[in-house]
C-alpha cells in the first residue's frame, strides 16, 4: 500500500526557466537512465523477493518509493521550466530548435498538446517509456547487480545534466539526486556483501555441470594469436575463489555448421508436414 504526501521530497526552484532544459530532464523521467526505471525496477524486485528474506523486499520497496518521490520532483522542475519561461525565450527556443517548437506550439512530442506544458512519462526525444528497461530476474544477486548499474548510469546522467544548467535552484535540485545515487549505489553493494556464494550468478547451480575445461578461462578472438597479456582476469584465482584464471589464445572451435538437411526440410518440404 503507498500513501501519498503533497509535499516533494526535497525543493525544487528554477530561477531561470529554460525549455532546452525541460527537454533534456525528460530523459531523467522517462529514459533508460531516469527514474521511472529505477523506480519500477526495485518494485518489482520486490514482489518476487521470498517470505525469508523481508528485509531485502523492505530495502527495495523503500528505495522504490523515494524513486517515485524523485519523478515528482523532475516533473516539477519539467513545469517550472516550460511554463515559467519568458516570452522571448519561448520563441527563441522555437526558432532554434524544431522540437522545441513542435512542443511549444501544441505538436510532438506533446508536451503541449496532451500535458498543457507539464512533464510526461517519455525521454528527450519523446519516446515513451518502456518497461524493457526494467530488470527483475528472480535472483536477488543478479537484481542487485543491475541496479548498481541503473544508479551509475543514473548518476552520469543527472551528472551530465548539472553541467548543461547554470540555474542555481536546478543545480540544487540535480546535486541531491547524485547525492542520493551515491548512496544507492553504495547500499546495494553493502546488500551484495551480506549474500553468500553470490559469485557467479546463479550460485544455486553445481558448478560440476558446467564445461570444467573453460568456465574460467579468458578466450582471445583476436585473429592472429597473441601472448597471455598477464592481467586479473587472465592469471590467478578467480574472485568467487572456485578457480584460477587462464588465457586461451584462440577459441575452441566447433567446425562448420551443417544446416543444409534443416535447410533443405524448412523450404522443400510439402505444406502442413
Do not use: C
Amino acid at each position: 500500500m503507498f500513501y501519498h504526501e503533497p509535499e516533494l521530497q526535497y525543493e525544487v526552484e528554477v530561477e531561470e526557466p529554460d525549455p532546452y532544459f525541460a527537454k533534456m530532464l525528460q530523459q531523467a523521467i522517462g529514459g533508460a537512465e531516469g527514474e521511472m526505471r529505477v523506480a519500477l525496477q526495485y518494485m518489482f524486485q520486490a514482489f518476487a523477493v521470498p517470505s525469508d528474506k523481508q528485509e531485502y523486499r523492505t530495502l527495495l520497496m523503500e528505495t522504490a518509493a523515494e524513486e517515485l518521490g524523485h519523478i515528482e520532483m523532475l516533473a516539477t522542475a519539467v513545469a517550472k521550466n516550460l511554463e515559467g519561461a519568458p516570452q522571448h525565450m519561448r520563441e527563441e527556443a522555437r526558432e532554434n530548435d524544431a522540437v522545441i517548437d513542435a512542443m511549444m506550439s501544441g505538436g510532438q512530442p506533446r508536451q503541449a498538446l496532451s500535458a498543457g506544458l507539464h512533464a510526461m512519462p517519455v525521454d528527450s526525444n519523446g519516446v515513451p517509456f518502456s518497461g524493457n528497461y526494467v530488470v527483475a530476474s528472480g535472483n536477488l544477486a543478479a537484481d542487485m547487480y543491475a541496479n548498481v548499474m541503473a544508479e551509475s548510469t543514473g548518476r552520469l546522467l543527472a551528472t551530465r545534466l548539472y553541467e548543461m544548467t547554470d540555474d542555481p535552484g536546478m543545480k540544487d535540485m540535480l546535486s541531491y539526486l547524485i547525492a542520493r545515487d551515491t548512496m544507492h549505489q553504495n547500499q546495494w553493494h553493502a546488500a551484495l556483501e551480506t549474500m553468500e556464494d553470490h559469485i557467479p550468478v546463479p550460485a544455486s547451480f553445481p558448478q560440476e555441470k558446467e564445461n570444467q575445461d573453460v568456465n574460467y578461462d579468458f578466450m582471445s578472438t583476436f585473429r592472429e594469436q597473441r601472448e597471455d597479456p598477464d592481467q586479473r582476469w587472465t592469471r590467478g584465482q578467480s574472485p568467487d575463489g572456485k578457480g584460477e584464471f587462464s588465457f586461451r589464445a584462440e577459441q575452441p572451435g566447433g567446425g562448420m555448421p551443417d544446416l543444409e538437411e534443416v535447410i533443405d526440410e524448412m523450404y522443400n518440404s510439402p505444406s502442413g508436414e
